[in-house]
């Protein structure tokens, strides 16, 4: 019983984590030489939840964390939940085709999920007209973002693991349950 209630408060306290990062990040990040070194938390959490959960549980969680993202900013409605979107969408597609299996992979694929997501945010400001003025922004934001994407996601994904463990929501802990359960029935 107990797992069950953990696996199911896995999500609403993933949203607290994810909301607490948002404030943290956006507050210590804000002043002028530490904004070109700001990780953004809520894609290595996107990229988590396009590997490690399913497409409709996964995409709600990332809706989720791009309205939160989008209150502590003044982007537009919608901006960045588009951009979360694609990147998740073209993680899971991608995860189709090839094997993210080491750990040094994962975090290749969030330095290259970090890089596109600087071309999304220019892509979508280019459909609002307004990329004229954010391209050189992006020349020189995206190499040190990229950089701390990938320094991060080294520690972010090791905790968002535990978190899954602990919660009885990765792979493994739900195996251990399902043969608890088997045993207790007498199978």
Known sequence: MRNLLLRFLNA?????LVAAAVAVQSTLFNAYPLWYFQPDLVLIAVIWCALRRTLTEGGIL???FAGVVETHSSAPAGF?????????????AFSRFFV???????????????????TLVLVVLATLGLAGAQATHFLITVLPFAGMEGLMGY????ALDAFDRKTTKSESSRQLIEDELLVEEGL
């Open 12 to 16: 609403p306290f993933f949203v607290l």
């Open 62 to 64: 990332v809706l989720i």
């Open 80 to 92: 960045f939940a588009c951009v979360y979107m694609a990147i998740f969408l073209g993680i899971r």
């Open 100 to 118: 993210i299996s080491q750990f040094a992979s994962l975090l290749v694929v969030t330095i290259a999920s970090a890089i596109a997501f600087k």
């Open 155 to 158: 520690w972010a994904y090791k």
